[in-house]
Nanobody
Framework: QVQLVESGGGLVQLGGSLRLSCEAS????????MGWFRRAPGEERVFVAA???????YYTESVKGRFTISRDNAKNTVYLQMNDLKHEDTAVYYC?????????????????WGQGTQVTVSS
């Protein structure tokens, strides 16, 4: 199990960009599938993007072509590059890690979560 700390959130203008980082500590990062989830105000936390151990990436439809997830195993870090940000991207973004994240049916089954970082898109 890894411990996760997110950074990089903040206030950004409509159409702007941000890069979120999630640094992991503990053993096994390279064997951990990593993901980003978000919770918008008044809504449930939902999947945004994931990357498996081989570097294959997966996205929810609304962010395809705008967001890019990547990982640097040498730095134990996963990133979420967010471009062309929209108002609906405003949310708290959470990093998550699990050896089988892409196979889990329930978020409660995911081993590790970060504390979350706020992203606010303004006009």
């Amino acid at each position: 199990q890894v411990q996760l700390v997110e950074s990089g959130g903040g206030l950004v203008q409509l159409g702007g960009s941000l890069r979120l980082s999630c640094e992991a500590s503990g053993r096994g990062f390279s064997n951990t599938e990593m993901g980003w989830f978000r919770r918008a105000p008044g809504e449930e936390r939902v999947f945004v993007a994931a990357i498996d151990r081989s570097g294959n990436t997966y996205y929810t439809e609304s962010v395809k072509g705008r967001f890019t997830i990547s990982r640097d195993n040498a730095k134990n870090t996963v990133y979420l590059q967010m471009n062309d940000l929209k108002h609906e991207d405003t949310a708290v973004y959470y990093c998550a890690g699990d050896p089988a994240l892409l196979e889990t049916e329930h978020q409660s089954d995911i081993d590790s979560w970060g504390q979350g970082t706020q992203v606010t898109v303004s006009s």
